[in-house]
């Protein structure tokens, strides 16, 4: 059976010595060594979105790779792909070292300088294990394949910058996973100044910096930790005492987010809007990473900033971060195209719509799972957890509703929906102009052909009168029967008259308004006065 091994090192010489090595073990296949975690990660999230199958059976981290740390790295890689055999390569044989290479899931330890026997047993140990734990997975009810991403799916929420509904998305998002049937956990990581616990009205001594000394954080512990909110949501806030942020490192973010992806079905993390090294932890490790900007200049630059500061931390790329348009209006300048054109990411299908009145009675009692269904900002905030793969229905489910709407449907729904009694208005209006200058361009044509009648008839001493009122009601339509006309000699000259009666949207109704044509022609001789 062939090996399939992945060697993630920064150091071009210890790459070389690495694969050549591995390149002369039996039935062993080394693929291209990737320089850092992220192209680890990446590298591996790709394959298992494949196939379990098409994961390698052995990766070989190095001590130096950069910028997570080794251990922390390896840690990760367990949670995340629990059928790929984990090794460390390190000049480091102190029985510490192996002690907390073993805690953090790594399958053995391979030192340098690098030798071809202890290379080989560490592989093949790492394979067996690898191949063994694969049959586990494919082998019967009960245990599927483990999606990339290992256990729960884990959402962060981060700010472009200051004030634009961090928090608010986060829990809404959160409420929208629970309604759906998932057990969620909301991770509060705006550890200088969070809000989560006001927006929910609760007051729980214990936060996240709690976990900070701890080394193992066992179920039981965490559940120690977390406060179980009325809505079945379980919340792990952020501390009281802000300078007690500082207790929660990156290797506590990464301990926490971990813990709580194995628990629970959704984890949604609240990030704020000031990167620390938490955050940095949550937002790399995240399935999902939503970046929140309002449709502004200054917020549009300060997401801008926040992605490619991303980018140079190697903390997530553009293309894997997703943005969400707040408070957006149709009639903005900034749409949700250009926004993503100058951040260089995906934006999100879904935009939410600016409606504060709508959650100020929420906000202010400091209860947001009491905002109404009804809400627009509501539904586009569950209709946005279906879309990053919140919940588990491809649509929002809005009290016991399903709400089929993307971006601003709702909104214009609901602006057209009042607007339409006036624009029936205005098209009534503009119909019975329409019929009024009708009526009057008949009467007009009628008056005409009635004087030429009374002409012609008293040039041949016939009846004038006779032959003028048969003539005008001739050229009037049926439905605007009923027309009075009348003509009247004056010297050489016959003036017609013609009065018709103008209808009421319809012909055929009339209201009692008329319109009156004039017309006059003249005749050869006077006709008879």
Not at 210 to 221: C, G, K
Not at 239 to 246: F, Q, S, T, Y
Not at 501 to 513: D, E, H, R, Y
């Amino acid at each position: 059976m062939t090996t399939r091994i992945l060697v993630a090192v920064g150091e071009p010489e210890s790459a070389r010595a690495l694969i050549t090595l591995l390149s002369q073990l039996p039935d062993a296949e080394p693929a291209p060594p990737v320089p850092d975690s992220t192209a680890l990660l990446d590298t591996l999230a790709r394959l298992a979105a494949e196939s379990l199958d098409e994961l390698p059976e052995v990766v070989l981290v190095h001590e130096r790779i950069g910028p997570v740390p080794a251990l922390d790295l390896i840690r990760d890689l367990v949670q995340r792909f629990p059928a790929v055999g984990v090794v460390l390569v390190t000049a480091d044989t102190s029985p510490a070292l192996l002690t907390a290479a073993m805690d953090s899931g790594a399958r053995g330890i391979v030192a340098f300088p690098l030798g071809y026997d202890a290379l080989a047993e560490r592989v093949q140990a790492a394979a067996s294990w690898s191949a063994g734990m694969r049959r586990h997975l494919a082998g019967g009810p009960g245990h599927e394949l483990v999606p990339a991403g290992g256990g729960g799916r884990v959402v962060t929420v981060t700010g472009a910058k200051g004030g634009v509904g961090t928090s608010l998305v986060a829990v809404q998002l959160a409420l929208a996973a629970r309604a759906s049937g998932r057990s969620v956990a909301l991770l509060d990581l705006d550890l200088q100044s969070g809000d989560i616990a006001s927006y929910l009205d609760v007051q729980f001594r214990r936060s996240v910096a709690d976990l900070a000394a701890i080394r193992d954080i066992t179920p039981r512990v965490l559940a120690d930790a977390v406060f179980t909110h009325e809505t079945g949501i379980d919340l792990l806030l952020a501390p009281a005492d802000g300078e007690r942020g500082e207790e929660v490192t990156d290797r506590v973010a990464r301990q926490v987010v971990h813990a709580l992806r194995a628990r629970y079905e959704v984890v949604v993390v609240d990030c704020g809007t000031q990167l620390g090294a938490a955050g940095a932890a949550a937002i790399e490790l995240a399935d999902q990473a939503a970046l929140l900007v309002t449709p502004d200049v200054i917020a549009v630059r300060a997401a801008k900033r926040m992605v490619r500061l991303w980018d140079r931390l190697q903390i997530r790329k553009a293309e894997e971060t997703v943005t969400v348009v707040n408070r957006y209006a149709r009639s903005a300048e900034i749409q949700p195209s250009l926004v993503e054109r100058v951040t260089g990411t995906k934006t999100a299908a879904t935009t939410v719509p600016a409606a504060y009145k709508e959650l100020q009675a929420a906000v202010d009692a400091g209860r947001m799972q009491d905002l109404d269904n009804r809400s627009t900002v509501k539904q586009a905030i569950w209709t946005l957890a279906a879309e990053l793969g919140v919940v588990a229905a491809p649509a929002a489910e809005t009290g016991g509703r399903r709400t089929r709407r993307r971006g601003d449907k709702g909104a214009v729904t609901l602006e057209f929906a009042a607007m339409f009694p006036l624009v029936l208005v205005v098209m009534g209006l503009l119909w019975q102009c329409v019929l009024y200058g009708y009526t009057y361009s008949l009467a007009g044509n009628a008056a005409d052909e009635a004087a030429r009648a009374a002409t012609a008839a008293y040039a041949t001493a016939g009846d004038g009168q006779g032959a003028c009122a048969a003539a005008g009601r001739e050229h009037l339509p049926s439905a605007w029967s009923g027309a009075t006309v009348h003509c009247t000699p004056e010297g050489t000259v016959v003036k017609a008259t013609v009065e018709v009666k103008v209808p009421l949207f319809f012909p055929g109704i009339n209201p009692g308004w008329s319109v009156r044509g004039e017309a006059g022609a003249a005749t050869e001789k006077a006709p008879p006065q």
